[in-house]
Structures are given as structure tokens and as C-alpha cells.
């Protein structure tokens, strides 16, 4: 019940395409989903988070979508650039208590082609 | 910018050697958490941190592992002794308090042969 399922595992796009990652929660008590960007040898990176209480929120290219009633969330990148090539994760947590404390995805690694 | 510090950036140790890693989280932070990140996979949460008291360590292989934050500001995790299946990226974050955004640092790569 503690497990947050991401899909798809890689991802190929054309630059100016817009992916979209898709992550599905079982625990109905998490309240916070973020989404992380890692670059090789970095550590994540918050894009973007979202609470329960709306279903879409947007900041910059980046917008998560929310779907409380099929405990989804996913993310997607408008006009995706090149230097967007990293690995996104989602996340699930309790965000009135414990940001930091997260379970994470698997990961998605996005290739934006010039 | 302020940024959460950690140290060594890469370890290479032998079978059964003790290893150390440290972390300086973001000034003014009051929880610390110590992820591992498996090659491959999103991170797993180690071990909390609220000031020096250890708020979760549910997660942590008490048997070989473990983690200290004397006087609230710095950490360090330990691992005696290593297992090749340690090799991961070890990731420090901090937030100022339980309900405000965590920030991750680098990490230390350990590489255990």
C-alpha cells in the first residue's frame, strides 16, 4: 500500500514535443505528490508538487495533472527542450506533517532530440 | 544559494571495511533525512532526522548501519560493516521544518568491491 508505480521507465521526444509521466498511488492518506528532476550525478531536484485539493497545477512548462478518485497524477513538460534529458520522479507523502519523507517512483529517463 | 552539503562525492571501500559519510544540511534546517538510491531505481528513505532526535529509522539495517546528529546541525551515516549490495548513491535532504519542501544534496557514491 506504500508503493508509488511510475511509468513509462524511458522516454524519447522530439524537441517541442511534450512528454507526459504517468504515477499511480495506492495509500489514500498521502496528501503531497512532487515531482523531482535528477541530472547524472546530482542529487533530485522539487520541479513541482501538488496537493490533493486541486487537480491540475501549472509552473512554467511544467504542469501536474491530479486525479484524487484513481489515485493518478502525472506530469507534462510543454515544448520540451533538450536540456530538459534528465530522470524525473514522482513522489508520495504527507505533506501537512512530513515533506521530506517520501516514497518515491522508479523513475522516468526523458531524451529531448534537437 | 544555499545548498546541502555532503561529503566524500565518490567512496571506494573493500568488503567488511567501515565507511562514513557526512552531511551539512541548509542553515536554519531542522529535519534531516538520509536516503539510499539504488542505480536504477527513485530513492528509499534511510533515516529522519528532527533537530538530533531520530524521528523515523524504520527503514535503516540497524545491524550494519548507522546515523547520528550530535548537536542538530550536522549528520553522519555510517555503514560497518560494508556489503557489495551497499553500493548506491547515499542522499542527504533537510527542510526547515516536517511540512515545508526538502532539498537534496549531491549525494556521496559508494562503490563497495
Known amino acids: 500500500q506504500q508503493q508509488v508505480k511510475q511509468s513509462p521507465q524511458s522516454l524519447i521526444v522530439q524537441k517541442g514535443g511534450i512528454p507526459i509521466i504517468n504515477c499511480a498511488y495506492e495509500?489514500?492518506?498521502?496528501?503531497?505528490f512532487p515531482w523531482y528532476q535528477q541530472f547524472p550525478g546530482k542529487g533530485p531536484a522539487l520541479l513541482i508538487a501538488i496537493r490533493p485539493d486541486v487537480s491540475e497545477k501549472k509552473e512554467g512548462r511544467f504542469t501536474i495533472s491530479f486525479n484524487k478518485s484513481a489515485k493518478q497524477f502525472s506530469l507534462h513538460i510543454m515544448d520540451s527542450q533538450p536540456g530538459d534529458s534528465a530522470t524525473y520522479f514522482c513522489?508520495?507523502?504527507?505533506?501537512?506533517?512530513?515533506?521530506?519523507?517520501?516514497?518515491f517512483g522508479q523513475g522516468t529517463t526523458l531524451q529531448v532530440k534537437p | 544559494e544555499a545548498e546541502v552539503a555532503q561529503s566524500p562525492r565518490y567512496k571506494i571501500t573493500e568488503k567488511s571495511q567501515a565507511v562514513a559519510f557526512w552531511c551539512d544540511p541548509i542553515s536554519g534546517h531542522a529535519t534531516l533525512y538520509w536516503y539510499r538510491q539504488i542505480l536504477g531505481q527513485g530513492p528509499e528513505l534511510l533515516v529522519q532526522?528532527?533537530?538530533?532526535?531520530?524521528?523515523?529509522d524504520s527503514q535503516l539495517p540497524k545491524d550494519r548501519f548507522s546515523a547520528e546528529r550530535l548537536k542538530g546541525v550536522d549528520s553522519t551515516l555510517k555503514i560497518q560493516p560494508a556489503e557489495l549490495g551497499d553500493s548506491a548513491m547515499y542522499l542527504c535532504a533537510s527542510s526547515v521544518t516536517g511540512n515545508t519542501e526538502a532539498f537534496f544534496g549531491q549525494g556521496t557514491r559508494l562503490t563497495v568491491v
Open positions: 495509500n489514500t492518506a498521502f496528501d503531497y
Open positions: 532526522f528532527q533537530d538530533e532526535s531520530v524521528v523515523d
Open positions: 513522489a508520495a507523502g504527507h505533506g501537512s506533517s512530513n515533506t521530506g519523507k517520501l516514497i
